[in-house]
């Protein structure tokens, strides 16, 4: 299923795979003045490259090469015959079949793999608009995010989704991603509007990347401290935590606060 949502010159296009009529997890594409920036699930791949017949979709961003991002490129790339642009290691990864979870089966599947990725160069300019491209590992590698200055939109992809996370996946190193959150701090001074891939739109954008950044910073200190005192990291994390939430069994134990935890103890930040 699809839903769209508007926010000034920026189209939102939330999708979800539907069981029983109901939206199974949401991920959003965006799509401004003739680029599109990811293009969801293999699930919703079908609906998406319908609705895009009522767009002019010139050519296609993507943040990052997971099945959640880059699931229509082949059927949206052969349709309307047009770029699909990415970080040179994306553009390989999306060559190949992934390996996923049977969570990450279920919920957004095996995106087809796509041959013709493009490597993004520094810039990307539509018709009115222009937009930095700033290299944002951390989340995984070959992370990019969108910058448009002048309006102060950025397209953050999986780089951020909350002010305060409490589990990241064992793939994820908080050192980079308060780098990356750091260097797009750094690339504008103006206030930020941070495009989500989970939908949430977030109006005060810089705040929300130093209150982000402040989060993980003292997380680590908190925890090396606990470390030097003695405690193992289980115990750290049911102190900070309470244990492990819902979220571990549901992505077979791939979401954890214990490895938010160990990136802590390992993180320079
Ligand atoms: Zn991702």
């Known amino acids: 299923m699809i839903e769209i ?6 189209t939102q296009i939330k999708m979800s795979r539907d069981i029983g009529g109901k939206p199974l997890y949401w991920v959003a ?8 920036v990811d293009t969801g699930c293999d699930y919703t791949s079908k609906e998406l490259c319908d609705l895009l017949q009522k767009y002019d979709v010139e050519f296609v961003v993507n943040t990052h090469y997971h099945e959640d991002h880059v699931g229509a490129n082949y059927l949206i790339g052969n349709t309307f015959n047009i770029n699909i642009f990415a970080h040179p290691k994306t ?26 990725g493009i490597p ?16 944002t ?20 992809g999986d780089l951020f989704v909350s002010e305060n996370p409490k589990v990241i996946r064992p793939e994820e190193d908080i050192t980079q991603i308060v780098n990356s959150m750091e ?7 103006s ?7 989970i ?9 929300a990347l130093a209150e982000c950044i402040n989060y993980l910073k003292n997380l680590s200190r908190e925890v090396k401290e606990l470390y030097q005192k003695g405690y193992p990291i289980s115990t750290i994390r049911d102190m900070l935590f309470g244990g492990e939430g819902p979220i571990y069994q549901r992505t077979n134990n791939q979401f954890s606060s214990e490895n938010l935890i160990k990136s802590a103890l390992a993180a320079n930040i």
Request: charged share 20%; with cysteine; net charge negative.
């Open 5 to 10: 949502h508007k926010y000034q010159e920026v």
């Open 29 to 36: 594409a965006y799509f401004i003045d003739g680029m599109l």
């Open 91 to 116: 553009v390989c990864l999306m060559k190949q079949k992934p390996e996923l979870y049977p969570y990450q089966e279920m919920v957004w599947g095996y995106p087809k793999n796509y041959e013709n």
């Open 120 to 135: 993004v160069g520094d810039k990307i300019n539509t018709l009115n608009f222009s937009f930095d491209v700033i290299e």
């Open 137 to 156: 590992p951390g989340h995984c590698d070959g992370h990019i995010v969108l910058l448009e200055t002048n309006k102060g939109w950025c397209f953050t």
């Open 183 to 189: 260097r797009i701090l750094n690339t504008t001074k």
């Open 191 to 197: 206030d930020l509007v941070l495009f989500t891939s």
């Open 199 to 207: 939908g949430r739109i977030v109006e005060n954008g810089r705040s």
